[in-house]
C-alpha cells in the first residue's frame, strides 16, 4: 500500500521559531509537492522539487524554503515563523514526469504559530 | 489564467438523496482532471480521474463523474449518499503551460440522517 508520512499531525510554535516539517513516502516517486489549506482558498502550492536537490517554487513560496537531500524525503522549512503561517500543510508525491498521474496525499500538520 | 472553480462552498444532502457536486475548469484545452475527497482529520484521497475517452468515469466509493465539454464542467454524483460521505471534495486540473496540479476551494459535503 501506498504511503506517504508527515512528521507531526499537530505542531505548536512561537513566532520567530524555525520550524522544519517532514514529509517521507515509501513509493519511489519522483515528485514531491508541498501545499497549504485554509478555508476558503482550497489547496495552494508552496514548492515542488522534481528529483533529489532539485526544487521549484510553486505558488506561494514567500517565507518559505525546501530541502530533498532523499529521494524519499521532502522537508518544508519555515525560517522564522509567523501567526500567518497558522495553516494545514499537505506533502503530496507523484510518480514519474507525467502530468496525470494521481498525487498521492499524506494525512497534513496543522501547524500554529502563536 | 487557468482556474477551477467549484460554486459550492457548502451542500447538505439527507441520506439515500442523489448528490451532485459542481466544478467547472478554465483552460486552454481540456487538462486533466481529478476529484479528491478529504474526510475530517486526513488527507485527500482520489475518488477519479479524466484524461481522455468515455466522459462518464467510474470512481471508487459509488462515485461517478461526468465530463462535459462544451460547459467546460466535471461534475461529480452519486446516487445514494451515505453518511460516510460526509467530508470535503475538491476538484482539480493539470494542463496547459504549468505542470501544476490547480485545485478548487472545495465543498464541503454535510449528510443529514
Known amino acids: ?114 | 489564467a487557468q482556474s477551477v472553480t467549484q460554486p459550492d462552498i457548502h451542500i447538505t444532502v439527507s441520506e439515500g438523496a442523489s448528490l451532485e457536486l459542481r466544478c467547472n475548469y478554465s483552460y486552454g484545452a481540456t487538462p486533466y482532471l481529478f476529484w479528491y475527497v478529504q474526510s475530517p482529520g486526513q488527507g485527500l484521497q482520489l475518488l477519479l480521474k479524466y484524461f481522455s475517452g468515455d466522459t462518464l468515469v467510474q470512481g471508487i466509493k459509488g462515485f461517478e463523474a461526468e465530463f462535459k465539454r462544451s460547459q467546460s464542467s466535471f461534475n461529480l454524483r452519486k446516487p445514494s449518499v451515505h453518511w460516510s460521505d460526509a467530508a470535503e471534495y475538491f476538484c482539480a486540473a493539470y494542463g496547459g503551460a504549468t505542470n501544476k496540479l490547480i485545485f478548487g476551494t472545495g465543498t464541503l459535503l454535510a449528510v443529514q440522517p
Not at chain 1, 513516502?25 to 502550492?45: A, K, T
Request: aromatic share 12%; charged share 25%; hydrophobic share 30%.
Open chain 1, 1 to 114: 500500500d501506498v504511503k506517504v508520512t508527515q512528521s507531526s499531525r499537530y505542531l505548536v510554535k512561537r513566532t520567530g521559531e524555525k520550524v522544519f516539517l517532514e514529509c517521507v513516502q515509501d513509493m519511489d516517486h519522483e515528485n514531491m509537492f508541498w501545499y497549504r489549506q485554509d478555508p476558503g482558498l482550497g489547496l495552494r502550492l508552496i514548492y515542488f522539487s522534481y528529483d533529489v536537490k532539485m526544487k521549484e517554487k510553486g505558488d506561494i513560496p514567500e517565507g518559505y524554503s525546501v530541502s530533498r537531500e532523499k529521494k524519499e524525503r521532502f522537508s518544508l522549512i519555515l525560517e522564522s515563523a509567523s501567526t500567518n503561517q497558522t495553516s494545514m500543510y499537505l506533502c503530496a508525491s507523484r510518480w514519474g514526469g507525467v502530468s496525470g498521474n494521481e498525487q498521492f496525499f499524506g494525512p497534513g500538520t496543522r501547524l500554529t504559530v502563536l
